[in-house]
């Protein structure tokens, strides 16, 4: 964790508590470049071990790993996560190709990128970061990238595969701890249809963006037709299996999925009329992941209960009722049951 990262932190407990840090373990290292500033020091100091102390309520937290622990009272980790495992070393084109996907409603911005545009220089806070493959891209694009996940498996993984290019707490994301208007960016991929009060949720989120910032979403619309009833069937068989058995069913799935969905959509996607057919095969948009890397969307799926499919006119109305500008809300382009979002904050 870097030390200046404790000036955008907020106590979870109390809501609005600023932290004194206390330093057990840190070292110096140098500034990577999308970090340096004109006239500021060419070192940063990263705290390894620690405690926050919320100077109003008097609440403690530790740190540890590197990442605050920063939970409300009395809420616990967050689900185990089939990434436990995952790791990747340097740029992932396919996460890079998912980033895009998902941030689609961004075109213009994300064409910029590479001559320092939309994240380039920003501060970025990734909630509901998993194992860090979207953070990891968006901080080579030169953003300054906080991810923020509930489960500590979760944000243990994305801390070995991100190193230190971003910061990560693990934290509640309906209750995040940050300080509001502490970003130009927030962004929340696969979240809100798995939390309680996706609405609050929202609005927590929209807190925490500066005015003129942008936020943005991707939820699973609603499911019609054969895909809502296997949705529900295969929640329904797999509520209650241990983690073990839960993993093996996964790699079964991850099997059929890659004989009759992935493999037919890599053939034949190409092809004139059975490309547009091939783009409804269920979960064809992993089909260039790693095997492993399936297995475990697929695990992480079934694990965390989805308990809200969204139309595109309720995200409108959200967005309205925050008086976002530029709101954009469309189907993403290769899968026509869920949808992307953002706007611009007045």
Request: proline share 7%; charged share 20%.
């Amino acid at each position: 964790m870097r030390r200046s990262l404790v000036d955008s932190l907020a106590c979870p407990a109390c809501a609005d508590g600023r932290f004194d840090l206390v330093i057990h373990t840190a070292h110096e290292r140098e500034r990577w470049r999308a970090e340096v500033t004109a006239g500021e020091p060419t070192t940063v100091t990263e705290v390894e071990k620690g405690a926050l102390h919320c100077t109003q309520c008097g609440a403690s937290f530790l740190i540890t790993s590197g990442i605050p622990r920063l939970l409300p009272p009395g809420v616990p980790d967050g689900p185990s996560t089939g990434h436990r495992l995952t790791t990747f070393d340097g740029p992932v084109p396919e996460h890079e190709e998912n980033f895009r996907d998902l941030l689609g409603n961004v075109a213009p911005g994300v064409q910029a990128i590479e001559v320092g545009g939309a994240f380039l220089g920003r501060r970025v806070l990734d909630a509901g970061c998993g194992f860090g493959r979207h953070a990891a891209v968006a901080s080579r694009w030169g953003a300054h990238v906080v991810g923020l996940d509930s489960s500590a498996e979760a944000i243990e993984s994305a801390a070995k595969n991100v190193g230190d290019t971003v910061d990560l707490v693990q934290g509640d994301v309906r209750r995040p701890p940050f300080r509001r208007e502490s970003f130009d960016h927030v962004y929340s991929f696969g979240v809100l249809h798995h939390v309680t009060e996706p609405a609050a949720t929202f609005t927590a989120l929209h807190a925490l963006v500066k005015p003129g910032g942008r936020l943005s979403v991707w939820v699973y619309g609603p499911r019609q037709g054969f895909t809502r009833v296997a949705t529900g069937a295969l929640h329904g068989a797999t509520t209650n299996m241990s983690p073990e058995s839960l993993y093996r069913f996964s790699v079964g799935l991850s099997s059929v999925l890659r004989v009759f969905s992935h493999t037919p959509h890599r053939l034949l996607s190409p092809v004139p009329f059975l490309g547009a057919v091939v783009n409804h095969l269920p979960v064809h948009d992993h089909s260039r992941w790693p095997f492993d890397v399936v297995v475990a969307d697929v695990y992480d799926r079934l694990r965390v209960p989805v308990t809200h499919y969204f139309p595109g006119e309720e995200l409108e109305r959200w967005y309205g009722d925050a008086g976002y500008l530029d709101i954009q809300v469309n189907r993403r382009v290769r899968n026509t049951e869920s949808f992307r979002a953002t706007g611009i904050k007045r």
